[in-house]
């Protein structure tokens, strides 16, 4: 049972909130740089092939920016379900307490930092390496 206490809960609350504004305020700048890369005309201002292959990059960060802010929603909701379920501050892999000083600073935590470092461990994935021609 988690040993969050109802101010901290609160506090968690409105910091889900926050992030949450912040992240859905994100979503959109990147959708608006998005649309406006792919407004008529947009493609025929582009020069060369190497102009080309810049607004492309641009496509493909503006796209992986927003498939991160859509994980991350879903991490603030899911948070939100743990605290519904009275399961907030409790780590989803070993049960221990997650201690408050990581969920202020990550409020959608649903690790202790040990389980979080063997998950990333485990679920590495390399990035991808954008390779132009030139």
Excluded at 53 to 78: H, K, M
Aim: some cysteine.
């Amino acid at each position: 049972m988690s040993e969050l206490s109802e101010q901290q809960l609160r506090a968690l609350c409105e910091l889900l909130d926050k992030r949450e504004q912040a992240v859905k305020s994100g979503v959109h700048e990147h959708v608006d740089r998005l649309r406006a890369s792919s407004e008529p005309g947009a493609s025929a201002a582009v020069g060369d092939a190497a102009d080309q292959a810049d607004l492309e990059l641009l496509r493909d960060n503006e796209n992986a920016a927003v498939a991160r802010e859509v994980r991350e929603l879903r991490d603030i909701e899911a948070a939100r379900a743990r605290i519904a379920a009275g399961e907030a501050g409790i780590c989803i892999d070993c049960g221990d307490d997650i201690p408050f000083a990581r969920l202020e600073a990550q409020p959608a935590a649903a690790r202790c930092v040990p389980c979080q470092d063997l998950y990333e461990h485990t679920h590495a994935t390399l990035p991808e390496i954008a390779v132009r021609e030139e």
